[in-house]
């Protein structure tokens, strides 16, 4: 796994300009089990990459850095509220769950605007992304996606699911 993040860390500079290999490298050896957890977001499509560093915490942020939607991380709904509500064709499950299966928090509004600060992702498909409260407390749910050389904030059900709707996570290292 070490390999390959070095790999794509050097092939992918735009995301982490101000970050140095070794530096990386030492934090994520000092914390060997975030290897698994960004071994898990790999496998599910993610393609982890770091995007610097998050501000409150002095932390790498490690994100999925797919052009889509983790493709192992689509067809599904919000969270598990909205997964006991959809009686009538459910999804395999929620994004909720499968952020904790692998250990990774589904991205804020705001990381996901950062991380398109970077670069063009979800051309084609969506993103789940953490939902405020009050908003979910009403049975919605937020998702964002590029379109038209924009990046949109929408809203659905918490219990609709879609093909090319996934989850993007991230975790601090």
């Not at 970050?19 to 698994?36: F, G, H, I, Q, T």
Request: aromatic share 10%.
């Amino acid at each position: 796994m070490l390999e390959l993040l070095k790999a794509r860390f050097r092939e992918n500079k735009n995301l982490h300009i101000e970050l140095n290999w070794l530096d990386v490298e030492k934090r994520l050896l000092e914390r060997p089990a975030s290897l698994e957890i960004l071994r898990r977001m790999e496998e599910s499509g993610g393609e982890p990459d770091t995007i610097g560093y998050d501000e409150k915490t002095g932390k790498l942020i490690f994100c999925d850095c797919s052009k889509e939607s983790p493709s192992g991380r689509r067809s599904l709904c919000y969270d598990e509220k909205a997964l006991q509500r959809r009686t009538k064709n459910p999804p395999s499950g929620s994004a909720e769950q499968k952020a904790k299966e692998i250990g990774i928090s589904i991205m804020t509004e705001e990381l996901y605007r950062r991380l398109q600060s970077l670069g063009e992702f979800d051309l084609k498909t969506s993103s789940w992304i953490a939902t405020p409260d009050d908003i979910r407390g009403k049975g919605g749910a937020l998702f964002c996606e590029r379109r038209y050389g924009t990046v949109f904030t929408f809203h659905n059900g918490a219990d609709s699911y879609y093909s090319v709707r996934g989850f993007r996570g991230y975790i601090l290292i």
